[in-house]
């Protein structure tokens, strides 16, 4: 037989047993609270139906959760959907919080406008839940009008420009042979990148002339750097280009080759603030090749005129 002392002990043990195993129970019944978090400037209904989006979102995820309140106990597991203005844009947040106040997860977009909320609550019941980036769970059908908004880059003009110049090569009597060139650059005010043909021929038909033959084609592509931002301004630059390059000692002694090479230049640009430019420009053009006979690396001085250029419009 039991004591009365023995059957205390007995009720005693299975309580301390029981109870914890009962009130898990009961708290894992209890259902996770979906909370209408602040939204200052949104309208009462577009809140509610906001929060009812993602409670859906979160319960196809297997997640039991209760109908959208506006208050829950300080102990509750809660998930809070809060939405603040911007302007004409609102930003809406997800957080998982366990208990109120101490946040486990959230994730955020900006959305246009309340509407987007339809495809926005997936996206963040998505990325709360596998804990991934918002920018993740973006696709064709989902995509925010933020997302998509285009984007700002700094201004600058297209120029076609035309060129002339004299061609001088060291080591040589070939000295102001005229060349012409033809090209296009896109501006900023500080950087331009460009490209353009440039041409040099001056082979003589005589034979009985002893004097130099020389003949020079390039095609570039590089850039410029200006020093300010005014009206007028000095310019550095320099690029990559095709050279083909010709010498002709005598009328019956000439040889020519072609491949890469590099060049650069330093010039002043005027004229800055109008559709049209004025550059007056020294450049130096190095091949990665030489003569047999020769060293040719020829140096040029030359102005060009440049003239904003609109697709559809006139060049001039």
Same mark, same amino acid.
């Not at 993740?136 to 908004?149: I, L």
């Not at 040889?255 to 330093?266: H, I, P």
């Given at each position: ?25 009961? /708290? ?20 509610? !139906? ?19 309140? &506006? ?5 509750? %597991?809660? &998930? ?15 957080? /998982? ?82 060349? &012409? ?5 896109? /501006? ?12 040099? =021929? ?59 090479? =590099? ?12 559709? %049209? ?22 140096? !040029? ?16």
């Amino acid at each position: 037989m039991f004591t009365p002392k023995r059957k205390w002990e007995l009720v005693l043990g299975f309580a301390l047993f029981v109870l914890p195993v009962i009130s898990a129970a009961a /708290q894992a019944e209890v259902p996770t609270v979906c909370l209408i978090g602040d939204h200052p400037g949104i309208p009462e209904s577009d809140a509610q !139906t906001a929060a009812l989006l993602v409670c859906d979102e979160l319960r196809k995820h297997g997640i039991s959760i209760a109908a959208p309140v &506006y208050e829950a106990p300080a102990s509750a %597991s809660v &998930y809070r959907v809060v939405l603040r203005r911007l302007g004409e844009k609102i930003i809406v947040r997800l957080s /998982q919080e366990n208990p109120i106040g101490t946040i486990i997860a959230e994730q955020q977009l900006t959305l246009a406008n309340i509407e987007e909320m339809i495809p926005a609550a997936p996206r963040l019941v998505n990325a709360l839940v596998h804990s991934k980036p918002i920018d993740d769970t973006v696709d064709m059908e989902n995509v925010t009008e933020q997302e998509a908004r285009e984007l700002r880059k700094i201004s600058g003009e297209s120029l076609w420009h035309l060129e002339i110049f004299g061609t001088f090569v060291p080591g040589t009597d070939i000295a102001a042979e005229p060349g &012409y060139g033809w090209g296009w650059s896109y /501006q900023t005010p500080s950087y331009a990148v460009g490209s353009d043909l440039r041409f040099a =021929v001056n082979y003589e038909d005589d034979y009985t002339d002893d004097s130099d033959g020389f003949g020079y084609a390039s095609w570039a592509i590089g850039g410029r750097y200006f020093l300010n931002k005014q009206n007028i301004s000095p310019y550095v630059g320099g690029g990559l280009a095709i050279m083909l390059v010709g010498y002709e000692r005598d009328y019956y002694d000439s040889e020519g080759d072609f491949g890469l090479g =590099v060049y650069g230049v330093a010039g002043v640009e005027a004229l800055r603030l109008t559709q %049209s430019r004025l550059n007056l420009e020294l450049r130096i053009d190095r091949p990665f090749f030489t003569l047999e006979s020769q060293d040719i690396m020829p140096i !040029t001085v030359g102005i060009s005129f440049s003239r904003n250029y609109n697709p559809g419009g006139c060049l001039f």
